[in-house]
Nanobody, 117 residues
Framework: QVQLVESGGGLVQPGGSLRLSCAAS????????MGWYRQAPGKQRELVATITSSGSTNYEDSVKGRFTISRDNAKNTVYLQMNSLKPEDTAVYHCNSKRFIPVRDYWGQGTQVTVSS
């Protein structure tokens, strides 16, 4: 059974930092592209950042220079370091694992991030 369990969300003031973690089980972790997505109230889920099995990263434009995605294949865990947080970063952040041959796509339940003074 595949499980993606996010942690590290919470309430933070503007300009603050948070580090999200996603622990994966039930998959061969180093064969998957891992990603973070977010969904704010009333909005569609959007990509935040992805990291391939070889370590190549991709970021949504609004988080470039503020967020860093990383992975530890020995711990089956992907991280999202979020700095200089803004109120518009408020959302539920979901972890995703994806591979294409064969096609597999898994999601975590999400962790709430609220940026407010």
């Amino acid at each position: 059974q595949v499980q993606l369990v996010e942690s590290g969300g919470g309430l933070v003031q503007p300009g603050g930092s948070l580090r999200l973690s996603c622990a994966a089980s039930g998959i061969i972790f180093n064969m998957y592209t891992m990603g973070w997505y977010r969904q704010a109230p009333g909005k569609q889920r959007e990509l935040v950042a992805t990291i391939t099995s070889s370590g190549s990263t991709n970021y949504e434009d609004s988080v470039k220079g503020r967020f860093t995605i990383s992975r530890d294949n020995a711990k089956n865990t992907v991280y999202l370091q979020m700095n200089s947080l803004k109120p518009e970063d408020t959302a539920v952040y979901h972890c995703n694992s994806k591979r294409f041959i064969p096609v597999r796509d898994y999601w975590g339940q999400g962790t709430q991030v609220t940026v407010s003074s």
